[in-house]
Each structure stands twice: as structure tokens, then as C-alpha cells.
């Protein structure tokens, strides 16, 4: 609907708000849930279930189709079979649009990195991170245990999105996408490695500032790029199966956990960063055909 909606130089913006309002409510749903789940859990719940009836009633009332208009058929409803086999059907004509093929396989390696977050490295702070002051004052300390420490380092990164996903923005607003991609993949691929090479939690909150800002200039140029490359009749079904690229990279970020029974961290964190790498390569060669193709994105 936004792609359909806001005129191409403005997407960037648009979508990065969309990303700090979904940040705001991952920083405060956690907290009011803690705050109130515990004590007052049925109104909690029953609050949460009026907001969703709101928010389905504004949809309904205020919220129009957005869709280019399109020739609709005169015939009878098609079947729900013929419309799968349609539906399989286009999205075969997507995956051999070579441009768009390689900016998915590009994107899986991209969201590797970034995905340890939730992954690999609570894993690593848990286990190899041991419990520290943060602050000291007067004799006094605040200790931080290492599950404590990985708390703060998520809280932090959801802070960050909240504060400068809009002032980033617009910083990068005028760079080309490929430099945004090749750069989101370099901070969100060293940020992660560096986490291996020291363990005090202020080493800890620097290298948690590299990789978000790695996942932060990323986020509003994805959705970006592909709205303004996919043909207005198919830009449904081409954001449809631009989200396979985050499917896939759950399918797979995962591993990095599986292996650590096996590899010692800085192995695992050299594995990380091998995926940001290939990532730059295959957004090198994406921007290469793209600029010999450039009628694609018409």
C-alpha cells in the first residue's frame, strides 16, 4: 500500500517511520507486559483485544484499496484451484527475473549476520561473557550477570532503532542503494565479528552500535528498492516473495547455533562475517546488471 501510495523519492522515509513505530512498540510492549501481566493479567489482555477492535474498525471504515486498477474479468469467480496455479504461476515469471533472483540470494546472506541477534549471540554473551559492573561509584557497584548483560545489549539495539532509524535516513538519503547495501553488510558483518574479540560490556555496547546501524541503514532501502523495481501490475506478488528472503535466512541463520557445539565463537563469528562478504559480492553484481537493464524497472 505504501509503494502504491508515496511517490519513489519519499519511500526511504516513509518506510523508516513505519520501522521506528514497529521499534517503538518492540521497546514498550515487553516493558507494559512486565509491568502488567503479573498483576493485572485480564485487563492487560481485554486492553490489548479493544485496541485490535479499534484498529480493525479504522481499517475498515478509513482504509480503501490502493491497487492499481486492472481489467477485471467479466467471466464467473475463477476457482480456487486455477487461482493457485495462477498465483504459481507468477511467481515462476519472478524467480526468473534474474535481477530480482540475485537480489533475494544477495539479502539471505545479508540477513545472516544481522539475525544473530536473536541467535547466536545471546548464546555467546550467555556462556562466554561473565557477570561485571557496569557502573562503579563511591565503592558501590551495579553487577550485571551475563544474562542481564545480553538484556541491556537488546534493549540498547531497540533504543537505537527508535532514536536514529529517521535521522539515518535521511544521512543516507542520497547515497545510491548499492553503497547502502555493500555498507549495511560491512557494519552488520564486522559489528557481529568484533563481538568475539573482547568481552567488557562497554566494548560490548560500541560493537552493538556498529551492528544495528549495519541493520538500520538497510531496512527502509529494501522495502524502497523493490517497490520502485517491480512492475506496478505485480508489485504485490514481487513483495510477496521478497519476504522469502527473510524465511529463508531463518531457515538458516540458525545454523550458527547448531555449529557452536562444534567451533570455537571466533570460528563461528569468521563464518558470520563470510556471509556479509558474499552478500557485498552478490550486491555488486546485482547493481551491475541493474544498470545494464535498466528498462527492469519500468
Avoid at 170 to 183: C, P, Q, S, T, Y
Wanted: hydrophobic share 55%; proline share 4%.
Amino acid at each position: 500500500m505504501v509503494a502504491d501510495l508515496v511517490p519513489a523519492e519519499n519511500l526511504r522515509e516513509v518506510f523508516a517511520t513505519f520501522t521506528t513505530a514497529n521499534n517503538i512498540g518492540a521497546v514498550l510492549g515487553p516493558v507494559l507486559g512486565a509491568i502488567f501481566f503479573f498483576h493485572y493479567r485480564q485487563e492487560l489482555l481485554w486492553t490489548c483485544a479493544l485496541v485490535l477492535l479499534v484498529y480493525f474498525i479504522a481499517i475498515y471504515f478509513l482504509v480503501h484499496e490502493t491497487v492499481p486498477r486492472t481489467k477485471k474479468s467479466t467471466g464467473e469467480s475463477k476457482k480456487i484451484t486455477r487461482a493457485f496455479m495462477e498465483q504459481w504461476k507468477g511467481y515462476g515469471i519472478i524467480f526468473r527475473d534474474k535481477v530480482f533472483l540475485v537480489y533475494i540470494l544477495a539479502g539471505i546472506c545479508a540477513l545472516i549476520p544481522i539475525m544473530q541477534l536473536d541467535l547466536y549471540l545471546p548464546v555467546y554473551v550467555i556462556n562466554h561473557v561473565p557477570a561485571q559492573a557496569m557502573f562503579i561509584w563511591d565503592g558501590a557497584a551495579l553487577m550485571l550477570s551475563s544474562k542481564e548483560i545480553f538484556g541491556w545489549l537488546l534493549g540498547f539495539n531497540g533504543l537505537l532503532f527508535v532514536l536514529f532509524i529517521l535521522p539515518v535516513t535521511k544521512w543516507f538519503g542520497k547515497w545510491k542503494e548499492r553503497n547502502v547495501f555493500i555498507l549495511s553488510s560491512l557494519l552488520a558483518g564486522f559489528g557481529t565479528f568484533f563481538v568475539g574479540l573482547n568481552t567488557n560490556i562497554w566494548y560490548l555496547f560500541f560493537v552493538t552500535i556498529i551492528f544495528t546501524f549495519g541493520e538500520m541503514v538497510r531496512s527502509p532501502v529494501t522495502q524502497s528498492f523493490i517497490s520502485r523495481y517491480a512492475p506496478a501490475h505485480a508489485r504485490g506478488q514481487y513483495m510477496g516473495a521478497d519476504s522469502l528472503q527473510y524465511t529463508i535466512g531463518k531457515f538458516l541463520a540458525p545454523m550458527t547455533v547448531f555449529l557452536s557445539s562444534w567451533v570455537a565463537p571466533m570460528g563461528i563469528f569468521s563464518i558470520i562475517l563470510l556471509f556479509a562478504f558474499i552478500s557485498i559480492g552478490l550486491y555488486i553484481q546485482l547493481f551491475r546488471i541493474y544498470v545494464e537493464q535498466p528498462a527492469a524497472a519500468d
